[in-house]
């Protein structure tokens, strides 16, 4: 299945309004999309990456506007997985290795979108679990996604909001402001790790290659918050998106068995 550039951007703009509605960037939906578009693997993380960054950047703004971001509470997500998301992009993987390990990546994302319903209602105590009380829990949380997604290319948050909402780390709007400011944080810093790897070159050749793809995601993001929400529930949203999601990982992991 190859997508043109016009299909693309129109599922890139639909992504981005979709994502924005509920608060995140839309990484793993963009990398899966382009992973169905056939194109150069090094080229998918800075795409989906740069597209994560123009969304979230309006959530995180709205957030901090409202005052849902704890910031002494996140400092301590952020330390290490910031110079960790650097990381994982500096770091060279071959074809193959990068295609498994995106489609386990998106595999868990999918997975993680069909139960976070269920993982919420477990997490509606208004107590913190031992979890999130422990020091170290946050730090290493956070080395962990950030490193995983400066390497696949994707923001990270489908996986931190899931593991914050299982541990009553906080409330559901103050846990979401969270993963939006994680997302920008580590999508730059993923962007610029992938950034020396690839070089400039490549890089700047993909992005005038694929630039509609940018316009499309900050017009779908601007939109997301004022119509996706409406048009469709949010429960809806998730399944939608993850079935999506999961059909790429089954595929990649055919393609690799192939």
């Known amino acids: 299945m190859a997508l043109g550039i016009t299909g693309l951007a129109l599922l890139f703009t639909l992504t981005a309004a979709l994502y924005a509605s509920v608060g995140f960037g839309g990484g793993s939906t963009y990398i899966a999309l382009l992973a169905l578009a056939d194109l150069d693997y090094r080229a998918l993380p800075v795409i989906a990456l740069l597209c994560n960054i123009i969304v979230v950047t309006g959530g ?3 957030f901090q506007l409202r005052g849902l971001i704890d910031w002494p509470r996140i400092w301590p997500i952020l330390l290490l997985s910031v110079p960790a998301a650097w990381l994982g992009g500096r770091l060279e993987i071959a074809q193959n290795q990068f295609m498994i390990l995106l489609g386990l990546s998106l595999a868990a994302a999918g997975i993680l979108l069909l139960i976070e319903p269920f993982i919420r209602q477990a997490g509606s105590s208004a107590s913190p679990s031992r979890w999130a009380e422990n020091r170290f829990f946050a730090p290493a949380i956070g080395t962990a996604i950030g490193f995983l997604s400066g390497m696949v290319g994707i923001g990270g948050g489908i996986f931190l ?4 909402l299982l541990t009553r780390w906080a409330g559901g709007r103050r ?12 999508s730059i810093s993923g962007l610029a790790g992938q950034l020396m790897k690839s070089g400039w070159d490549h ?4 992005l005038t290659s694929y630039w509609s793809l940018l316009l499309a995601v900050l017009v779908g993001g601007q939109l997301g918050s004022h119509l996706a929400s409406k048009a469709l529930p949010e429960i809806w949203i998730r399944r939608l998106t993850a079935m999506l999601i999961l059909y790429v990982a089954i595929r990649l992991f055919w393609q690799q068995i192939g």
């Open 60 to 62: 995180t703004m709205r």
């Open 161 to 164: 909001a899931p593991i914050l």
């Open 175 to 186: 846990i979401a402001a969270t993963a939006s400011i994680f997302i920008l944080v580590n």
């Open 203 to 206: 890089s700047i050749a993909a």
